[in-house]
């Protein structure tokens, strides 16, 4: 029955999903300056990722002391296992980074400005709310709207909410989107990109392999028979794909 429950939840984002996958924005990457554009704009995605990940493995694992169990141990596997590579994967070279850091790295090797999200994670160090740290960043419009949209979600703390942005508008639709970015990326720009094609190649497999399905079962189990909780899945998954969307037209339109 949840399995159905996921392909028609699947089959009526499908829309959705195919705009994102046919986005001008990667057609319009012509040059190194464009892929730096996009970058700096896209690595805000990439962070507010990992606080979408983060809520889940606090909503769905004990992370207070003292420790008690909490949940089913199935649903805190999925996620610790999510959280471990995401958090916690491995470079080029073999070494332990997150995939934010990792992020960070390939726009320093290819020249993208990484100051803006900086000043926004130094804000936040400082004990700033997200609003005065996306000001201090002078983050754009649309990077602004999205990083807000994923936080409402947050803040809902409604965990089934939050696996559906997570698992529709992150890990499910990623790996289509990516192959997009990393086709050619290598001949075109050698030995600038490097660390860029190899993230990009890093989530393709482990998203389409083991995330979007280790995803998928953690919906499956939060949402259960749950008729409301499945529709609240829908909408917020659906509103997660038009805010990438409207992400995406921001890039566009920064690039002129």
């Not at 979007?212 to 659906?238: H, I, N």
């Amino acid at each position: 029955m949840s399995q159905d429950r996921i392909t028609t939840l699947q089959q009526a984002l499908a829309p959705a999903r195919q705009q994102l996958v046919d986005h001008s924005v990667y057609q319009s990457l012509h040059a190194l300056d464009d892929l730096r554009v996009f970058m700096q704009h896209h690595v805000f995605a990439v962070w507010d990722f990992m606080s979408l990940l983060k809520a889940l493995q606090r909503e769905l694992t004990c992370v207070t002391l003292p420790w008690v169990p909490k949940g089913t141990a199935s649903t805190r596997r999925l996620i610790n296992e999510i959280v471990l590579e995401e958090e916690t994967d491995v470079d080029p070279e073999g070494r332990a980074t997150s995939h934010f850091e990792l992020y960070l790295r390939a726009m320093q090797e290819c020249g993208a400005d990484t100051q803006p999200v900086q000043r926004l994670l130094d804000a936040l160090a400082q004990g700033r709310d997200l609003d005065n740290a996306l000001e201090a960043a002078d983050a754009p419009a649309s990077v602004r709207t999205f990083v807000r949209q994923t936080f409402e979600v947050i803040n809902s703390g409604q965990a089934h909410a939050v696996a559906a942005a997570f698992t529709f508008g992150r890990e499910d639709v990623i790996p289509d989107m990516f192959r997009h970015l990393v086709a050619d990326l290598s001949r075109r720009f050698p030995g600038q990109l490097d660390t860029f094609t190899y993230y990009l190649n890093r989530h393709i497999e482990l998203d389409e392999e083991a995330h979007a399905p280790l995803a998928q079962q953690m919906v499956r189990e939060l949402c259960g028979d749950d008729e409301q909780k499945w529709q609240e899945a829908a909408d917020v998954a659906a509103r997660g794909m038009q805010a990438r969307v409207a992400l995406w037209d921001g890039i566009r339109e920064a690039l002129g």
